[in-house]
């Protein structure tokens, strides 16, 4: 089979395809042919090197993907694999295949597992949130930021979302009910704080803290709090912001979650996907030998929900 390969950590350009030996399942695990799979930040982080843990050379990268079950015939998307979906098949452990809902391409399968798991993580198990509340999506035209708009619509809470382009502004308002805008606006929180009648946000959902957790502290309502999914640095904030709102920062990282608690948000996603709430974005698709480009655009375009790759 055909399977993009990293030898070597470093540049986009270590991404390589190469013929590798289908994979043999055993017990409890799933030979998947793979027709897409999700592209994600981490994914480029890993592969320059630059993450807490990292595999064994050489690898596969990828852990999202949709496909067709080789035992069954079934489709299925998968939220997690042995040898990596960035190939034209995945070994996946058994809990890690779910059925692909009616209607959602193989493409819209691939944007499933990181993105609606971590949305619903940030959201419910870490932020608590409850219909009604104010919630600003700091980023919702990502991967993780249209899944997060569509479960936060879906719980009745009042969503704001904002997109660095037009084209991703488009997307975020397309979602529903919404107030959108645009975050490289240096005056955007103002204007967000000045739609809350200027009480601020009881949730900020924060796609890239290093650049607005200091300024997100003070578009808090009291009793407000940060949630932080994503950050690429370190970032100065003003305490005494936390103090006057009685604030707090949450953090989360989606491996730290516990077994019942993943099978919780990946239920609740495929009860909304069954239901049709919930409707993934698939922004871009690249073929499988295009890995190094989809990692440079994933960094350096703007988002446009996910990125995924073909076989
Ligand atoms: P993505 O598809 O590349 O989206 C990135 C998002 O960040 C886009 O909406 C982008 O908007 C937005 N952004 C860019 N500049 C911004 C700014 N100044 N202020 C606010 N938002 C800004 O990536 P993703 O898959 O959604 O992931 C987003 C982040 O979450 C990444 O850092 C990723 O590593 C992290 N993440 C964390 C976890 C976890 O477990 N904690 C899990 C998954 C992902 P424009 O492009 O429209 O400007």
């Given at each position: 089979m055909r399977a993009v390969r990293v030898?070597?950590?470093?540049?986009?350009?270590?991404l390589l395809l190469e013929e590798l030996p289908k994979p043999e399942p055993v017990e409890g695990e799933v030979l998947v042919r793979v027709q897409a799979a999700g592209v994600n930040p981490a994914e480029t982080y890993v592969r320059a090197g630059a993450y807490s843990e990292l595999p064994t050379l050489p690898y596969t990268p990828g852990a999202d993907g949709a496909g067709v079950?080789?035992?069954?015939g079934e489709r299925v998307y998968v939220t997690g694999s042995l040898g990596g979906t960035y190939a034209e098949y995945a070994l996946c452990r058994e809990e890690d295949v779910r059925p692909l809902p009616d209607g959602l391409s193989y493409a819209q399968g691939a944007a499933l597992g990181i993105p609606y798991t971590t949305a619903y993580r940030a959201l419910?198990?870490?932020?608590l949130a409850v219909a009604g509340e104010r919630v600003l999506i700091?980023?919702?035209?990502?991967g993780v930021g249209l899944p997060t708009m569509q479960l936060a619509l879906a719980a009745g809470l009042e969503v704001t979302g904002t997109a660095g382009s037009e084209a991703g502004r488009e997307l975020v308002a397309a979602q529903g009910d919404v107030r959108v805008l645009d975050?490289?606006?240096?005056?955007h929180l103002e204007a967000a704080i000045e739609h809350t009648g200027g009480r601020g946000f009881d949730l900020i959902v924060e796609f890239l803290a290093n650049a607005n957790l200091g300024a997100d502290l003070k578009a808090l309502a009291p009793r407000g709090r940060v949630m932080v999914v994503g950050s690429r640095g370190p970032v100065e904030i003003d305490a005494r912001d936390l103090m006057n709102a009685e604030g707090a920062i949450l953090g989360m990282r989606?491996?730290?979650?516990?077994p019942h608690e993943v099978e919780a948000a990946r239920a609740a996603v495929d009860a909304g996907l069954n239901s049709g709430v919930l409707r993934p974005v698939v922004g871009r698709e690249l073929p499988l030998a295009e890995a190094p480009r989809a990692h440079r655009l994933l960094m350096e375009r703007p988002a446009l929900g996910r990125l995924v790759l073909v076989p």
């Open positions: 030898h070597e950590f470093g540049d986009p350009d270590v079950r080789m035992d069954t419910f198990q870490r932020a700091h980023g919702a035209s990502g975050h490289r606006d240096p005056s989606l491996p730290n979650a516990r």
